[in-house]
């Protein structure tokens, strides 16, 4: 389900500016909280918490085998 995450955070690797970098960052959590929103069973609170995105977007770095991090 995170593949895509994974995919938008190794292109941090081809980015040259810092802009870029933080879009590629952005870009990757938002995919992380749109996954989070197809498991939740609460309709109101359709996106995760500050401490579901800190659990698991490690795992996502780890994942992504970015060299130069």
Do not use: G
């Amino acid at each position: 389900m995170w593949d895509l995450a994974i995919k938008e955070l190794q292109k941090l690797e081809q980015s040259l500016t810092p802009k870029t970098k933080l879009n590629c960052i952005f870009s990757s959590f938002k995919l992380v909280d749109s996954t989070f929103s197809l498991f939740s069973s609460d309709e109101s609170n359709a996106s995760a918490c500050a401490d579901d995105m800190l659990q698991i977007f490690p795992y996502i770095i780890m994942k992504s085998k970015i060299e130069r991090l």
